[in-house]
């Protein structure tokens, strides 16, 4: 696993490993040992071994059926592993997830927003399902409308929104009860390029606050945000390491082939 020193921008992920108690909450966020998951007898996620500091902004990337929704669900609690373990400011989602999706705040890769709503009305309905009530409801409302920009359209049914618009919405619920992580998937995906810009400046802004985990296959948008990086390909992490160096090399589409997953190597 990589440590604090560690400069390796790329290095050979082995196999699976036996689980072992985490590490402190106070410095990893998320940790997987060993985390595995099949679905009769494909293998969609295989032997991962993993951290994820507090308070980086991580950026998991693959082609679609890397591995990425798999590894969101088992750390969201939503799936149990089918071997190894993992756990969130060391918590274990398999045997408490109603705690550790406190924890955290997720924006899906599309917008699942209520239309008919108007953007306070579905705020306050997002933080109340997480708590919140009271003024401390209504406080943490005024907070995340101020944040995300959305006072422009605070009169707006969510469904009229543009596009751009209901991302802002999306990542707004997702960080209204103040979570120390956030899953953020494919936050740019169908946004043309100033929305695309609005959205990255907004997460950029929050890079540092808390752990943000990044799903995407968009190798601009990892280095825009992202201070470490980790490629999955079939169910397996081919590398992990900081940003620049990992995706600043000459070959590293070499590291989405399929032959990268089946040699073991990495460039």
Not at 11 to 28: E, L
Not at 31 to 60: N, Y
Request: aromatic share 4%; glycine share 12%.
């Amino acid at each position: 696993m990589a440590s604090d020193a560690s400069a390796s921008a790329a290095r050979k992920r082995g196999g699976g490993g036996t689980p072992a108690p985490p590490a402190g909450p106070d410095t990893v966020a998320i940790e997987a040992r060993g985390l595995t998951r099949r679905f009769g007898p494909h293998v969609a996620l295989d032997a991962l071994d993993l951290q994820i500091r507090a308070r980086e902004t991580f950026g998991l990337l693959g082609a679609n059926g890397a591995g990425k929704t798999t590894f969101i669900r088992l750390v969201t609690g939503f799936l149990l592993p089918s071997a190894g373990s993992v756990w969130v400011d060391g918590i274990s989602p398999a045997t408490q997830p109603a705690a550790v999706q406190r924890r955290l705040g997720f924006v899906t890769e599309t917008s699942r927003l209520y239309p008919e709503l108007r953007v306070p009305g579905f705020l306050r309905f997002c933080g109340g399902a997480r708590g919140l009530a009271g003024a401390a409801l209504e406080a943490a409302l005024e907070q995340t409308i101020e944040r995300f920009g959305l006072h422009p359209v605070t009169s707006r049914l969510v469904g009229n929104l543009s596009k751009g618009y209901q991302q802002r919405v999306s990542l707004a619920q997702a960080f209204i009860h103040d979570p120390p992580l956030v899953i953020v998937d494919e936050p740019t995906g169908g946004l043309d390029p100033l929305q695309q810009r609005e959205v990255q400046e907004l997460l950029r802004g929050l890079s540092g606050e808390r752990t943000i985990v990044l799903c995407t296959h968009d190798l601009h948008e990892a280095e825009a945000l992202a201070s470490r990086v980790g490629v999955l390909h079939a169910g397996r992490l081919l590398a992990e390491g900081p940003t620049q160096e990992l995706l600043g090399s000459e070959n590293v589409l070499a590291l989405f082939r399929p032959e990268a997953a089946s040699d073991g190597e990495v460039p």
